[in-house]
Each structure stands twice: as C-alpha cells, then as structure tokens.
C-alpha cells in the first residue's frame, strides 16, 4: 500500500489505504500536539476530491478523541451518541451538513502512541464498522 517511501510521501498514503479499506468518505491522519490540541496533518476528503493539511482540533470539545488517545483504544462517533463532537470535527473540515459517523483508530509503535486514523462518512447513515487494524 505504501507506495513513496519519502517521509513526505507517507502520511498521505496511510490516509488514502484507511480510506479505502474502511470505505469511508473522509479520513484523517492525526497527531497529537499537547494535552490540549491535535493536529490533522493530512486530511483528504474522497466525495470532494480534496485534501487539506495542518488543521487543528481542540480536545476539549473531542472528548471521545481524547479518550481514544489516552486508552490507545478504537473509537467511534455515532449521529445518536456523539452529535456535537461530530458537529464539530465536520465543521473543521468544511462540512454543513453532517449526518454519519466517524472512527478513530489508535497507530502505536512500541506500544506508543505515534498518531491516529479518523475515519468518516459524514453524509450518510451507515455505522462504520469496528476492523482489526493495528498500528504501526
């Protein structure tokens, strides 16, 4: 899957085979800065043919991200559970219009937290199941 082997090349394309692989419309590379903030370092949405880099996402209003990040633990956002975390991550990422849920997947190395996936489908009702990927 991965295919540019340049440290460049490769947070793009571990976004790109989550997206695939989850069939998800969105999906997100994420890392965490501090305590309070995470960076999306490469986001790519596939229904718009887009890509964005260097967003930022406040904890506090990602609970379940943070919960994610702290247990080293799947987790997912679902339109029933998790509405305004879901608001919110969708608005960062330009959308209006939200109605899907989100997943976060933990990337370890050494048993260390070295990023995460956040995978969406943001306009549709499907749950995105729960896979067994394992980190880095």
Same mark, same amino acid.
């Given at each position: 899957?991965?295919? !540019? ?39 790519? !949405? ?30 997912? =956002? ?7 975390? =879901? !608001? ?11 109605? &899907? ?9 050494? &048993? ?6 956040? &995978? &969406? +489908? ?8 729960? +896979? ?5």
């Amino acid at each position: 899957m991965i295919e !540019d082997t340049h440290p460049s090349a490769v947070p793009g394309q571990v976004v790109r085979a989550a997206l695939e692989m989850l069939r998800a419309d969105i999906g997100a590379l994420i890392r965490v800065q501090d305590a309070n903030y995470a960076d999306l370092v490469v986001v790519m !949405d596939r229904a718009r043919k887009k890509s964005e880099q260097g967003l930022a996402v406040s904890l506090a209003a990602q609970p379940t991200l943070k919960n994610a990040i702290e247990r080293l633990q799947q987790r997912p =956002l679902f339109p029933d559970r998790n509405q305004a975390e =879901l !608001d919110d991550l969708y608005t960062r990422l330009g959308l209006d219009q939200t109605s &899907g849920s989100a997943y976060f997947q933990p990337l370890t190395r050494e &048993g260390e937290l070295a990023g995460r996936v956040d &995978g &969406g +489908v943001p306009v549709c009702r499907p749950r995105i199941e729960r +896979v067994g990927v394992r980190g880095a």
